[in-house]
């Protein structure tokens, strides 16, 4: 089962990796959001099967979580921000063939550093300490930095912060899961994270240069 | 339970409780509530260092006076501040958000555990956003979300560092990691350098500052000075935890000056007022910085009384800015003269938190930078010594020249008078680092 479970995880943390290319070549909202939720639900099914090779019931307690907290209650707030005659609603001008290369480019940086001296002394608690699977928690995170600062509504950051947390989380189910307290901690933070941004949402669409804050 | 134990859980109350004491309606409960937790804060000193769920030494100890006491002033002025002004988010949330944040802050401050530590830097984010946007309009709207945007993301990035270190070490535990003789590791050195990164964005770090300056000059005056005087610090000091695991001299002590530099040259053109002040901030936060970095007896010290002097010189600049505000309704420097006669209380506490804040004797803030330049000193570190020298001696200037100008330079025309509690506060807030210089020339040098 466990043998199974570690053939599993390249192809899963390689769809999460495929859900962040979605996100970032999307324009319409609403699917976006969907993408997110499909990520954080690949997550906490890897977190499973984590759960299975280790014989670790905080990753089974840790999925759970994702999918309560990001899966269910983020995807709620950020839609119910989402006025029934707003549903496609959308950003303007997302340059996806740019967006795709320079993705691309950060994939390619995820494996150059993993494969650099920087992480060459990390062995991970996954399939026999292979550190290549650190890929994916590093070009997911820079997926996340880049979907903030490639878009301009308020959703698409939110989103990109979302993914940014998600690959943190899958950093640490690869690497060395931390207390669940503290986990648990950091959830119910992005979530009130997540709300505030929805008040902010309501008052400001997109973001575009203010001259009052040159400078 | 012992009587430390109950004065930290006593200390993380109080704001609560004052937001209740608020909503009974008694007049002044909530102020003296957080009256008496300055002074439970104050007693705490008995029983440093304290070593259990929660961690308090020496240090921990000046950071929580900073912050119970900022947060008395600032609830005091933020009643006058908002008198003839609505808030967007109702004064019940408002006060609400301000208790939290306080306690969050307190929470970061005193708990023995590197990700809770974490989770409480994100929850001031979380109870500080909103707070930033009580006078609703689109600049207002668009600092909040750089601010979210920008520090969560920063922030983020930190727990990566925490990961490394939990991998390393085994521990999150801030008493067992002190306690224990860690080697240094290429993880770890990443670890550390990672929250240079990460909690580097809420200290002001260049070039991950970008949202002070907008956070800063964009939230009403009382806020202003939390995040100012208190939210910054307590940063810093979660980034100090982290370093002391392995101290990576060098690296912070370069960031730190590079972005000394960086604030001294934002500084030289700063149009508004609010702006300016919000500058002098990353660059008294980077001069903790490197004293914490140096360590020692003067670099600790120095970046402690710098601290905790800058606090209330800060807090008492924002103060006057938020008076000028009101009375002037300008927000730029060019558009405000003569102040010394339309507003002489304000304007002097004006002039005098200008001075505390850019370091000049006898205020606190002064013996802090000496000491910090002397342990640079002290370590061979005569370039970054020498650069800092010119690049605070710009800030200096910069900052006291546009302060003049606005008190001393024109005529103004005189409006009205000028709010008593909201001038008495700056004036009190820009003295106490005065009263902090000379202690500590009276106590500690016993020059006199």
Known sequence: MSAIGEVLLFPLSSLILITAFYMQGQEFIRPMIRGQLVQSILLAVISVIMGIITDDSDFIIL??????????????????????????????????????????????????????????????ESITGNQGILVFPLALFFQGLFLIASRRTTYAQIMGY?????????????????????????????????????????????????EELRG | MNTAFILIILTLLLPVLSYLGYLSRVPRLDNALSLANVAIALFLYEFTPF??????????????????????????????????????????LFNLLLALFTTSMIFSLEINNLGLMWVGIEATTISSALLLMTEKNETSAEATWRYIVIVSAGVTFAFISIILIYYSIGTLEISSILSM????????????????????????????????????SEAPSPISAMFSGVLLPTALYVLYRIYEIDPMRELFVWAAVISVIAASLFLGYQTRYKRMFAYSTMENMNLALIGLAVGGEYGLFGALLLLLSH?????????????????????????IHGLWKSMPVTSSALLMSSFAVTGTPPFGTFFGEFLIFYSLFSIHYYVQLVLLLFFVMAAFISVNYNVTRMVFLGVAEKKGEEDSVMSGLALLSSAIPLLIGVIYVVVVTGAL
């Not at chain 1, 979580?65 to 001008?93: A, N, P, W």
């Not at chain 2, 209330?312 to 558009?335: H, M, N, P, Q, V």
């Open chain 1, 63 to 124: 999925a759970v979580l994702i999918v309560v907290l990001r899966g269910f209650l983020i995807t709620f707030f950020l839609e119910k921000g989402i006025r029934k005659d707003q549903v496609h609603l959308h950003e303007k001008q997302v340059s996806v063939a740019y967006l795709f290369i320079i993705s691309l480019v950060f994939v390619l940086t995820a494996v150059l550093i993993v494969y650099s001296v920087v992480f060459s002394s990390i062995k991970t």
């Open chain 2, 51 to 92: 070593s259990g769920t929660f961690y308090v030494d020496f240090t921990t100890w000046v950071f929580i006076l900073m912050v119970t006491s900022v947060h008395l002033l600032s609830q005091v002025y933020s009643k006058s501040y908002f008198r003839k002004q609505e808030i967007w988010i109702g004064e019940n």
């Open chain 2, 311 to 335: 606090s209330f010189g800060k807090a008492g600049a924002f103060y006057s800015s938020g008076g000028i505000l009101r009375y002037t309704g300008a927000k730029k420097i060019e558009e």
């Open chain 1, 162 to 210: 979302i993914e940014e947390e998600n690959a943190i989380v899958l950093f640490a189910v690869f690497l060395l899961p931390i207390p669940l307290l503290i986990e648990a901690s950091v959830f119910l933070d992005v979530l009130a994270l997540v709300v505030i941004s929805s008040v902010v949402v309501v008052e400001k669409f997109t973001h575009e240069r203010v």
């Open chain 2, 181 to 216: 003789k860690v080697f240094p590791s290429l993880t770890l050195n990443v670890a550390v350098a990672i929250a240079l990164v990460g909690f580097g964005t809420k200290v002001g770090v260049f070039p991950v500052h970008t949202w002070l300056p907008d956070a800063h």
